[in-house]
């Protein structure tokens, strides 16, 4: 089945510590993104790319960061410079193309992280 | 700036009952508007999308929404409410700057009341 896989569904991370949340399509999609989601706010976008070896940051980047080294996978990092990184992570990936073939996301299941 | 608003944190409706979930925006040009569903510790599933044609747009599990150009409104509805329709409800509009990113509005729980 086409997808998308995200590991691990939870992660606990100590104080100073850096953590690589996982992201792999077998969709073939271009495009892929990473949101954070928390209570009351929304998804508010880390990063995207929209292309191999290619990466922007999105709205909230400080703190994090991102390597596009294959189509199929969009590792993020959370590093120690975040100071507030408890939330839930959520990947998509999208299809290229004009707006008339915007089938929207698909997204992973999600990981939980929690600073401990 | 482009935004979209959903201005009810939660809606309550009976089992059986039409619901309603509001969603208004704010874009320059054409909008293309989205609404995803959300289960708990789940990642967010595309019920259905409006970029040109028809302002009723029909989606996934008898859902349907409807653009209203002059109140810049595209609520969620339907017409007979299951409990398993409890969830979270996102909806969403394109950025119009030549990629695929979305703005996504606050969420809106609705709990169908058996």
């Known amino acids: 089945d086409g997808g998308i896989t995200q590991s691990p569904k939870y992660l606990f991370r100590k104080e100073g510590q850096n953590v690589t949340l996982s992201c792999e399509q077998n969709?073939?999609?271009?495009?892929m993104y990473w949101y954070r989601q928390d209570p009351g706010q929304g998804l508010r976008l880390i990063y995207y790319?929209?292309?191999?070896?290619?990466?922007q940051k999105g709205d909230i980047a400080e703190g994090y960061s991102v390597s596009r080294e294959k189509k199929e996978s969009f590792p993020l990092t959370v590093t120690s410079a975040q100071k507030n990184p408890t939330a839930f992570y959520l990947c998509?990936?999208?299809?290229?193309?004009?707006?008339?073939?915007?089938?929207?996301?698909?997204f992973g299941s999600g990981t939980r992280l929690t600073v401990v | 700036a482009q935004s979209v608003a959903q201005p009810e944190d939660q809606v309550n409706v009976a089992e059986g009952n039409p619901l309603t979930v509001k969603c208004t925006y704010s874009?320059?040009?054409?909008?293309?508007l989205f609404w995803y569903v959300q289960y708990p510790n789940r990642g967010l599933q595309f019920l259905l999308k409006?970029?040109?044609?028809?302002?009723l747009v029909k989606g996934s599990y008898g859902f349907e929404a409807e653009f209203n150009k002059s109140q810049t409104s595209f609520h969620l509805k339907k017409p007979s409410a299951l409990v398993s329709d409890s969830a979270l409800y996102f909806c969403?509009?394109?950025?119009?700057?030549?990629?695929?990113?979305?703005?996504f509005g606050t969420g809106t729980r609705l709990k169908v009341l058996a």
């Open positions: 998509a990936s999208s299809i290229g193309g004009g707006p008339l073939s915007d089938y929207g996301y698909t």
């Open positions: 969709l073939n999609h271009d495009a």
């Open positions: 790319s929209q292309i191999v070896n290619d990466f």
């Open positions: 874009v320059s040009g054409n909008p293309y």
């Open positions: 409006y970029i040109t044609g028809d302002n």
């Open positions: 969403a509009v394109r950025r119009l700057s030549g990629t695929y990113k979305y703005i």
